[in-house]
T-cell receptor
């Protein structure tokens, strides 16, 4: 069964540095999402993406964050200047196009540690 | 925006007992309610979902009930096994094939004691 994949599994960075988290959604999916989960807390929505543009973003997703689909398979989340409070698990998710297929499939996550 | 409340935050049961986790939501426009199971350090995995045109759905030992009027939905696990131990998250969304986000509850840590 196809799965969403994410790289790296763990990223350690210094405060102020840029990081790029990578995701490969399931191949016939067209809706993409980033969520984050601070340790011990709930999963929080960051951004949704469809047809090469952002559909919706949360208040967490400020100017330091950006997303891109650089080719037909990858979906990336960039944090321009990381802060300590960006330390979290970041999950990518994807969903098939329409037809009542509402299930979002999650990747294994990237644990981001900002020192 | 949508707000999802989930209770209890922790639940400990004996193997073979039933477990019930309850969620409430605030936005009456929400019509899709999935439940995810997350084992330690792993991805959230969908275990069951329900849409607002259905009041109950069952899949083997797992069932979900939905009360649209009261805006609450519940997960029921019967004959619990140690491998059911995990964090369970409920979520709400406006479904219908559109690009709507999931709003999650805070999670319930279920421990099944052998």
């Amino acid at each position: 069964e196809p799965e969403v994949t994410q790289t790296p599994s763990h990223q350690v960075t210094q405060m102020g540095q840029e990081v790029i988290l990578r995701c490969v959604p399931i191949s016939n999916h067209l809706y993409f999402y980033w969520y984050r989960q601070i340790l011990g807390q709930k999963v929080e929505f960051l951004v949704s993406f469809y047809n090469n543009e952002i559909s919706e973003k949360s208040e967490i997703f400020d100017d330091q964050f950006s997303v891109e689909r650089p080719d037909g398979s990858n979906f990336t989340l960039k944090i321009r200047s990381t802060k300590l409070e960006d330390s979290a698990m970041y999950f990518c998710a994807s969903k098939r196009l329409a037809g009542g297929a509402d299930t979002q499939y999650f990747g294994p996550g990237t644990r981001l540690t900002v020192l | 925006g949508e707000n999802v409340e989930q209770h209890p935050s922790t639940l400990s049961v004996q193997e073979g007992d039933s477990a019930v986790i309850k969620c409430t939501y605030s936005d009456s426009a929400s019509n899709y309610f999935p439940w995810y199971k997350q084992e330690l350090g792993k991805r959230p995995q969908l275990i069951i979902d329900i849409r607002s045109n259905v009041g109950e759905k069952k899949d083997q030992r797992i069932a979900v009930t939905l009360n649209k009027t009261a805006k609450h939905f519940s997960l029921h696990i019967t004959e619990t096994q140690p491998e059911d131990s995990a964090v369970y998250f409920c979520a709400a969304s406006m479904g219908g094939g559109s690009n709507y986000k999931l709003t999650f509850g805070k999670g319930t840590l279920l421990t099944v004691n052998p």
